[in-house]
C-alpha cells in the first residue's frame, strides 16, 4: 500500500489531481493541518471530478501526529534540497511518501533530520520544482512500478475507429 502525505498544501486544484491519481491507485492520501484551502472548495472537487467517493483521506493536524500513528512507517521525504534520485531507493511495500507545500516545500529541519530518506526528482537547468501533482505521480508510479503493478489491470483496449 502507497501512502501519500501532503503536508500544509496550499492548492486545492494540486490536491484535487492528487486525490485522483490516489483513487486511480487505490493508495490513501493523508492531509496535514493546516490547509491553504477548505476541503469544499470548489476548485478541489473539480480537479478530483468524481472520484472523492473512491479515495482513502485520512486529516492529521500535525506531522508527528500521523508519524504516531504509524510508528513502523518507512517514510520518504522529497525534496530538491535532496542529493538522492528517487530511483535509486528500492520502496517496501507499505511506504509513505511524504511532499511539502507548494510555495515552500517541506521544512528544512524535517528533511535535515530525515536526510538518509530524503529524495530528488531529477531536473535540468535552474528550473526550482516540479508542480507538487506531478511530482506525487511521478514518484507513486515509480513505487508502483517497482512492485510490477501488482493487482493493477495493465492491458488496455483499443477500440478502432
Excluded at 513502523?72 to 517496501?92: A, E, I, L, M
Amino acid at each position: 500500500m502507497v501512502h501519500i502525505v501532503l503536508v500544509e498544501p496550499e492548492i486545492p486544484s494540486n490536491t484535487g489531481n492528487i486525490a485522483r491519481s490516489c483513487a486511480a491507485t487505490n493508495s490513501t492520501l493523508h492531509l496535514v493541518r493546516p490547509l491553504g484551502f477548505d476541503t469544499s472548495d470548489k476548485m478541489l472537487k473539480r480537479a478530483g471530478l468524481d472520484y472523492w467517493k473512491d479515495v482513502n483521506i485520512c486529516y492529521h493536524d500535525s506531522f508527528s501526529e500521523l508519524q504516531a500513528q504509524y510508528p513502523d512507517g518507512q517514510f520518504y521525504y522529497f525534496s530538491t534540497k535532496s542529493d538522492k534520485n528517487y530511483c535509486d531507493v528500492n520502496f517496501p511495500d507499505e511506504v509513505f511518501l511524504v511532499f511539502g507545500k507548494e510555495t515552500a516545500g517541506l521544512p528544512e529541519e524535517l528533511i535535515h533530520k530525515n536526510y538518509d530518506k530524503a529524495l530528488r526528482i531529477p531536473m535540468m537547468g535552474e528550473i526550482r520544482s516540479l508542480n507538487l501533482s506531478n511530482s506525487v505521480a511521478i514518484a507513486l508510479y515509480e513505487v508502483l512500478r517497482q512492485h510490477n503493478f501488482d493487482g493493477f489491470n495493465t492491458h488496455g483496449k483499443l477500440t478502432k475507429y
